[in-house]
């Protein structure tokens, strides 16, 4: 039995490692703060309440609000949840970046990009974006990188700010690196 939990450990810390630099690998040197003319932003999306996004989409709506203004972005894609039982996230999205500014012919809504996978298969299959920039926390933004970049989209990432509480950031790095990177690569690989 105690070979079997040894094999079994040993696998898992192999299967984290590949997917850790897998992503790493297909993002390196694509993560600025900056966009370039023309420029077409993924903002993912996650959890609104009330009519109100939450703190991680707020500083991803903040960031592309600030790419906004320097003029050098021509369409911002809200990719996320648009279920009423998850509150309509792009549609919240919506209401934030127009209320600040945001012309409203700029922003386009995906209701259905409901993980970061999906937001990326989406971008390239129903949006035609071959090139664009995805905005999203530091956690999430080489694994977000990765699959857009396996969906054929050529893809640059920035970094949100997050005024998250401490305990959420560090449950979302674990997240990360244990789940979400390795599903990530499973995905690259096999979809």
Same mark, same amino acid.
């Given at each position: 039995?105690?070979?079997?939990?040894?094999? $079994?450990?040993?696998?898992?810390?192999?299967?984290?490692?590949?997917?850790?630099?897998?992503?790493?690998?297909?993002?390196?040197?694509?993560?600025?703060d900056?966009?370039?003319?023309?420029?077409?932003?993924?903002?993912?999306?996650?959890?609104?309440?009330?009519?109100?996004?939450?703190?991680?989409?707020r500083?991803?709506?903040?960031?592309?609000?600030?790419?906004?203004?320097?003029?050098?972005v021509?369409?911002?894609?809200?990719?996320g949840?648009?279920?009423?039982?998850?509150?309509n996230?792009?549609?919240?999205?919506?209401?934030?970046?127009?209320?600040?500014? *945001?012309?409203?012919?700029v922003?386009?809504?995906?209701?259905?990009?409901?993980?970061?996978? $999906?937001?990326?298969?989406?971008?390239?299959?129903?949006?035609?974006? %071959?090139?664009? %920039?995805?905005?999203?926390?530091?956690?999430?933004?080489?694994?977000?990188?990765?699959?857009c970049?396996?969906?054929?989209?050529?893809?640059?990432?920035?970094? $949100?700010?997050?005024?998250?509480?401490?305990?959420?950031?560090?449950?979302?790095?674990?997240?990360?690196?244990?789940?979400?990177?390795?599903?990530?690569?499973?995905?690259? *690989?096999?979809?």
């Open positions: 039995m105690r070979t079997v939990v040894m094999v $079994a450990m040993v696998a898992v810390e192999l299967i984290v490692t590949v997917a850790a630099t897998a992503t790493l690998v297909m993002s390196a040197g694509r993560i600025d900056d966009v370039p003319p023309f420029s077409t932003l993924l903002v993912l999306g996650s959890l609104v309440s009330d009519g109100e996004p939450g703190d991680y989409v500083g991803r709506l903040d960031a592309a609000i600030d790419l906004y203004r320097t003029g050098n021509v369409r911002i894609i809200n990719s949840n648009g279920s009423a039982a998850a509150g996230e792009p549609a919240v999205m919506r209401d934030y970046l127009q209320a600040r500014g *945001v012309a409203p012919g922003i386009v809504d995906d209701p259905l990009g409901v993980d970061t996978e $999906a937001s990326c298969r989406r971008a390239r299959d129903v949006f035609g974006v %071959t090139r664009l %920039t995805v905005v999203t926390q530091d956690f999430h933004l080489r694994r977000a990188i990765a699959l970049r396996s969906r054929g989209i050529d893809v640059r990432g920035v970094a $949100a700010p997050c005024p998250c509480p401490t305990v959420g950031i560090v449950r979302n790095h674990l997240r990360e690196v244990l789940f979400a990177q390795p599903r990530a690569l499973v995905s690259i *690989v096999f979809g």
